[in-house]
């Protein structure tokens, strides 16, 4: 397979180019990057404003509380352990080895580079905000000595997916993967707030600002224009 270590890259000598790479880009700029990034300042607002939690925050906490049971928590502790830190190295293992094998060292990066910078957004948002966790009901599952905005689970999970399905965008494996991938970031979401860990509002926002950042960091790294250029190469080698 070949390597993606050197694909060409756009140029921004003149203001054409510039131009082009506007164009070509503008449906990422516009609905992975502007929208979820607003999404994201007009939440945090909202949380600026009530911080102990919005009245639909704790009506759906209160809601999913309400089917409570052992076996259920239990299977709550287990599946949120999937996105801590250790729980995300442990998933992403795998796919850095395959990324590795085939010499895709684009996307690799592309893979280390978001999940890194999600746990620092995670940290650096939660400090910024200073969002106190819910304490709404007691709980088996340790209380988390973090702030609550946005959840970090929530934000690594989701890039995490958005990072698997953009790699294998052009695959037989996209509708697995997003499939998949769709129940991994809903699971973890449930997890979350079924031990009460969190509001619904740090969710949504852990959500949008996942988005922000991935899209933003395969723009950053070229990921779009370095699949089109793989399939027109591969295509050119197969005819030949």
């Known amino acids: 397979m070949m390597s993606d270590f050197n694909p060409h890259?756009?140029?921004?000598?003149?203001?054409?180019?510039?131009?082009?790479?506007f164009i070509l880009h503008w449906q990422f700029l516009a609905l992975g990057i502007s929208l979820p990034l607003l999404l994201f300042g007009i939440l945090a607002l909202k949380v600026g404003e009530s911080s102990s939690g919005l009245p639909w925050d704790l009506s759906i906490l209160f809601a999913?509380?309400?089917?409570?049971?052992?076996?259920l928590e239990s299977l709550a502790i287990?599946?949120?352990?999937?996105?801590?830190?250790?729980?995300?190295?442990?998933?992403a293992t795998p796919v850095v080895l395959i990324l590795g094998y085939?010499?895709?060292?684009?996307?690799?990066?592309?893979?280390?580079?978001?999940?890194s910078g999600s746990g620092i957004l995670s940290q650096s948002a939660k400090v910024f905000f200073?969002?106190?966790?819910?304490?709404?009901?007691?709980?088996?599952?340790?209380?988390?000595s973090t702030f609550s905005f946005p959840s970090g689970h929530a934000l690594l999970s989701m890039a995490f997916v958005i990072v698997l399905i953009l790699i294998t965008w052009r695959t037989k494996w996209r509708g697995f993967v997003i499939g998949l991938g769709g129940l991994f970031v809903l699971g973890i979401a449930w997890t979350?707030?079924?031990l009460g860990v969190h509001f619904p509002s740090d969710i949504l926002a852990g959500?949008?600002?996942?988005?922000t950042w991935s899209i933003l960091s395969s723009?950053?790294?070229?990921i779009h224009q370095f699949n089109r250029i793989v399939d027109t190469q591969s295509s050119t080698v197969l005819e030949s």
């Open 64 to 71: 999913i509380h309400s089917i409570e049971q052992p076996q």
């Open 102 to 115: 085939q010499k895709q060292w684009r996307s690799l990066l592309y893979l280390i580079l978001t999940l």
């Open 78 to 91: 287990i599946l949120t352990f999937t996105c801590t830190s250790l729980g995300i190295v442990f998933l």
């Open 9 to 21: 890259k756009p140029s921004f000598r003149d203001w054409s180019s510039v131009q082009q790479w």
């Open 130 to 144: 200073h969002r106190i966790r819910p304490h709404l009901w007691q709980s088996s599952y340790p209380f988390p």
């Open 192 to 194: 979350r707030l079924y």
């Open 207 to 211: 959500w949008f600002l996942a988005i």
């Open 219 to 222: 723009l950053l790294l070229n």
